[in-house]
């Protein structure tokens, strides 16, 4: 052999041949994906619903009370969340002073005209409306 020369061995000897993997799934490999994500969606669906069966039993238990906040809740939500959202407040804590002030949207005070749903005490535009509460006996 000569100087600086080197031997050169043939790179198909030394190449690797990748052997295809066998399908588990008698689909081509891009339908193996998708009907796993399927397969784990219809699980994720299935659990969902066993979660769920608890609220439908509660439900059958509510009293007419429950209800009734169940609906105040619903009718003033969306809002009390859009005004949390707005001025940096929690909705949840507005929606629950609301219930216990107006008893559920049920006091005579959170009613038309008023929609008064927190017990605040004042005057607008020279109107304002007198009615009994717990805080004030009438004696000062």
């Known amino acids: 052999m000569a100087k600086g020369k080197k031997k050169s061995r043939s ?4 190449k690797k041949t990748k052997k295809k993997k066998k399908s588990f799934l008698l689909f081509p490999r891009v339908l193996q994906k998708w009907s796993l994500i399927i397969i784990g969606l219809l699980a994720l669906l299935g659990l969902l619903a066993s ?3 608890p609220k439908l039993t509660m439900e059958k238990n509510m ?7 169940v609906a105040f809740i ?3 939500g969306e809002t009390s969340r859009y005004l949390a959202a707005k001025n940096d407040l929690y909705a949840s804590v507005m929606i629950a002073q609301a219930i216990l002030e107006s008893d559920s949207g049920q006091s005579q005070l959170s009613q038309k005209p008023s929609y008064n749903f927190f017990g605040i005490k004042g005057e607008y ?3 304002s409306v007198t009615l009994p509460t717990w805080e004030d006996d009438g004696k000062g």
């Open 11 to 14: 790179k198909s000897k030394f």
């Open 51 to 53: 979660l769920n069966f």
């Open 63 to 69: 009293t007419s009370t429950d209800e009734t906040t």
């Open 74 to 76: 619903a009718e003033i």
């Open 125 to 127: 535009n020279g109107q």
